[in-house]
């Protein structure tokens, strides 16, 4: 190990990128970590430049993957960290739910330290996005990116939000994480005869306002992370 690089294998023929029959090319290639969230990486297959934070903002047509560090100013160990350069639980949750709606894949990293310990508050992040997953994992493993991947929060909500979508079998999911809504309106999925909306990982069935095609949804609490399962929608 060197202290402050990160070795990238681009050329071991016996080294081939997860689900491709490409062999990575022949050469080893040591890249200085700056602990920014743009340091340039080769894409093992390719060996052209990709950002460790690269995030589109709309589908693409190649398979992609956001790197983050939950340290928001190294991928290592730092012992003189603060709690303020540490991302939010609502913050992880928010991108790897939007990474899932376009098609990506979320890779998380921290930093453990000399003897291979973790840090109390990756501890705690790290749970905390577990403890969501359990709750609310059925919108994201095995699902789709759907045909409109997100909108803007409508109704009666604090703040600015993004509503994400994703997609299972006949199912949309509509996800709205970091604000506070006691009522929301979707425009983009249509309700029919057959619509039906549950909140995820409470089994609760919401009757929305049937006067109109939009979907308008009373949630009833003040959770600032819900995950609603759209049935019967177009």
């Known amino acids: 190990m060197v202290t402050g690089r990160h070795q990238i294998p681009t050329g071991n023929p016996r080294i081939f990128w997860p689900g491709s029959t490409i062999p990575v090319q022949s050469r080893m290639r040591w890249l200085p970590m700056t602990g920014g969230v743009k340091t340039p990486v080769a894409n093992m297959v390719t060996s052209t430049p990709v950002e460790l934070n690269y995030m ?88 789709r990116p759907w045909k409109v991947q997100k909108e803007d929060c409508k109704g009666n909500c604090k703040g600015k939000c993004t ?37 995820v990982g409470k089994c609760i069935e919401i009757k929305p306002d049937d006067k109109s095609t939009d979907l308008i949804i009373p949630l009833p609490d003040n959770s600032n992370a819900w995950c609603l399962k759209l049935e019967g929608v177009e």
């Open 163 to 199: 509503v994400w979508y994703t997609s299972k079998d006949d199912a949309v999911y509509a996800i709205i994480v970091g604000s506070t809504c006691t009522r929301l309106e979707l425009t983009e999925p249509k309700r029919t005869k057959d619509t039906k909306v549950t909140l």
């Open 56 to 143: 589109p903002d709309k589908l693409v047509n190649h398979k992609w993957e956001r790197c983050q560090s939950i340290d928001k100013n190294s991928w290592g160990y730092r012992k003189d960290m603060q709690a303020s350069e540490v991302m939010d639980l609502s913050s992880i949750i928010n991108n790897l739910v939007s990474v899932v709606a376009l098609g990506g894949n979320y890779l998380l990293t921290i930093g453990p330290d000399a003897n291979g310990k973790i840090h109390p508050l990756f501890e705690e992040r790290l749970k905390g996005l577990g403890g969501w997953l359990k709750t609310n994992g059925e919108a994201i493993y095995g699902s």
